[in-house]
């Protein structure tokens, strides 16, 4: 689409300024006129004798050619914006010498004193010190002067403050864990699903010698499906772990999944393992990976002041055994990291509180438990632990899964008999 400006230079303009102070209205534009003037609209006419103001003769030259509005209207907004940058300069400069000079706390004396802050207002007023600590004046006051938009992005959230170690979980009862067979339904969602079921899976304990030397046999069966198994789509994978009888401490453990095994050896202080890959040599899976065998071994320090726990179900164990009751605390240790199932993080301390009750609705009835939670950073996992039998009936968050959201639910196995009415509060 062509432009074509409506004045080639000021004399055009200047021209039609005079031809227009000589049009005489008709009576019928007059009467329009007044009529437009009744419905509130402002109309102007030309009256008297037009002003002349002499215009100099037009300059052209190679270098030079006429302006037009367009291009008069874009060099005068690069002038505004030139002017708005040196008042912005000017005024950067005077309040950085305002500042070297020590005049700006002179100001904020001469200030009216007002009523001292109370506590919100010293909370509030901190954060928002700490938020804006980065910035320094000349950069505060060139962000509040300056013509361009800024983008607002929200603030990270911080790591959530760690409380100290609480006391070691020692006094276990070992006598209430019960042998015995449950199963598990897991189910996880995110941001493209609510909850949904993720896997099953079933726990056994056992009494079992080790040796000379009494122990608990805890073997957890997952279906799941892996590429490292001959058939991906029907697998199993076997987590056993050997506890001393004595203090539910970890002795042993064997996970297999498919061609991986793992051999974990423990005492009160160390934690050693050994990873390996057991397959044919140039063994081509149905997905065309090709295996090839390995072996890896790693070892950890422990805290032996207090019981380190090597599996989720292992937690549900000692809970079992632990003495719960309202503000009850105390600290295990864990491998940091999403995923504990190896030796890949470091070894520290986990806290466990019993924060309240709750009443939990399953397929077995509805049961009076502690609301036990683990600290695990931003998003800690809380459990609800019977307060009849110690088994935990309902996890939220999850042990070692990757998802932001995990729910485990006890489906088989009960022994609670402690039933409470379906009218109850939750």
């Known amino acids: 689409m062509n432009r074509r400006a409506l004045f080639t230079d000021d004399h055009d303009l200047a021209a039609l300024v005079r031809v227009a102070t000589d049009v005489v209205p008709s009576a019928?534009?007059?009467?329009?006129?007044?009529?437009?003037?009744?419905?509130?609209?402002?109309?102007m006419l030309p009256h008297g004798d037009a002003a002349t103001v002499p215009v100099a003769a037009p300059v052209r030259s190679s270098a030079i050619d006429a302006l037009t509005v367009e291009q008069l209207a874009g060099r005068v907004w690069m002038i505004g914006l030139a002017v708005a940058a040196a008042l912005v300069a000017v005024v950067?400069?005077?309040w950085s010498r305002e500042t070297a000079s020590g005049a700006l706390p002179a100001m904020a004396r001469a200030l009216p004193r007002q009523a001292p802050p109370t506590l919100a207002d010293s909370a509030l007023l901190d954060s928002l010190t700490r938020a804006t600590a980065i910035a320094s004046p000349h950069e505060s006051l060139a962000v509040r002067l300056s013509p361009w938009p800024r983008v607002a992005f929200a603030q990270s959230p911080g790591e959530a403050a760690r409380n100290a170690p609480y006391p070691g979980l020692l006094a276990l009862d070992e006598s209430r864990l019960k042998p015995g067979r449950r199963s598990y339904l897991r189910s996880v969602g995110n941001a493209l699903h609510e909850l949904l079921p993720y896997t099953t899976y079933t726990v056994s304990l056992d009494s079992v010698a080790l040796g000379a030397q009494s122990a608990w046999c805890l073997v957890t069966v997952?279906?799941?499906?892996t590429g490292l198994a001959e058939n991906s789509e029907r697998n199993a994978e076997h987590d056993s772990v050997w506890l001393r009888r004595s203090d539910l401490r970890p002795i042993r453990r064997a996970r297999h999944a498919g061609f991986l095994r793992m051999r974990q050896t423990f005492s009160d202080s160390t934690l050693r393992e050994t990873d390996s890959l057991i397959a044919p040599p140039g063994k081509t899976l149905r997905n065309g990976m090709t295996l090839m065998p390995f072996r890896n071994g790693t070892s950890r320090r422990l805290d032996a002041r207090i019981p380190f726990v090597p599996t989720e179900e292992t937690m549900r164990i000692l809970l079992r055994a632990a003495p719960l009751h309202d503000g009850w605390r105390a600290s295990v240790g864990t491998l940091s990291g999403d995923d504990r199932a190896f030796a890949m993080g470091e070894a520290g301390y986990l806290n466990v509180r019993v924060d309240g009750s709750r009443d939990i609705q399953t397929l077995g009835g509805r049961y009076a438990t502690w609301r036990v939670v683990l600290e695990t950073g931003a998003t800690p996992e809380v459990w609800y632990v019977s307060k009849e039998t110690g088994e935990t009936?309902?996890?939220?968050?999850?042990?070692?899964?990757?998802?932001?959201?995990?729910?485990?639910?006890?489906?088989y196995g009960f022994e609670e008999t402690k039933r409470l009415p379906v009218s109850g509060n939750r």
């Open 28 to 43: 019928r534009l007059l009467d329009r006129i007044h009529s437009s003037r009744a419905d509130g609209m402002r109309v």
């Open 92 to 94: 950067t400069a005077l």
């Open 393 to 411: 009936l309902l996890t939220e968050g999850s042990w070692g899964v990757s998802y932001p959201v995990s729910e485990t639910r006890l489906l």
């Open 222 to 225: 997952t279906q799941t499906s």
